[in-house]
């Protein structure tokens, strides 16, 4: 009977903490991975004049390194132009896993500008083909691109 009154007890202390989430399904928008959007006028009150806009063009979305023997460091630089009307500011570049590295310009790119992302990817305890993708965030629209690595890892013998 007493484990039964305590079992019962904790069952109702469990759900009443559950019934006091404030969020409702809703994520904050402070501090997320996205944060930096909401200066972004098209993450605002649609529509929007996406012409004035900035627009990054990348020279290539993929770049297929071919073969590489796992512990290789394979780099590439992933050139674009700002084709947009304003200034070009990437916010953040982040990749499919901790073995790819992105580098980005922190400086606004003007319009007709260029600039390059520079990927790095350790080949280290990866086998076989591999397909990784730097998704960029930037004052674009949409705000979000991507661009990635392709290839195959051969075992280090």
């Not at 460091?73 to 009307?85: E, M």
Request: proline share 6%; charged share 25%.
């Amino acid at each position: 009977m007493k484990n039964t009154l305590l079992f019962f007890l904790a069952g109702m202390i469990a759900f009443a903490a559950c019934k006091n989430d404030k969020t409702d399904g809703v994520k904050e928008l402070s501090g997320g991975p996205n944060s930096d959007l909401i200066r972004n006028p098209a993450t605002a009150d649609l529509p929007t004049d996406t012409n004035q806009l900035a627009r990054i063009k990348f020279e290539e979305r993929e770049f297929n390194f071919g073969e590489a023997t796992e512990g290789d460091i394979v780099t590439h630089s992933f050139k674009f132009t700002n084709t947009g009307k304003v200034p070009l500011t990437i916010m953040n570049a982040r990749s499919t896993c901790g073995c790819t590295i992105p580098e980005w310009p922190k400086d606004p790119i003007p319009p007709g500008g260029t600039g390059e992302i520079n990927a790095r990817f350790n080949t280290d305890m990866k086998k076989n083909e591999q397909h990784k993708v730097i998704t960029v965030t930037a004052n674009t629209y949409p705000n979000e691109s991507q661009v990635s690595l392709r290839g195959v890892v051969k075992t280090k013998k």
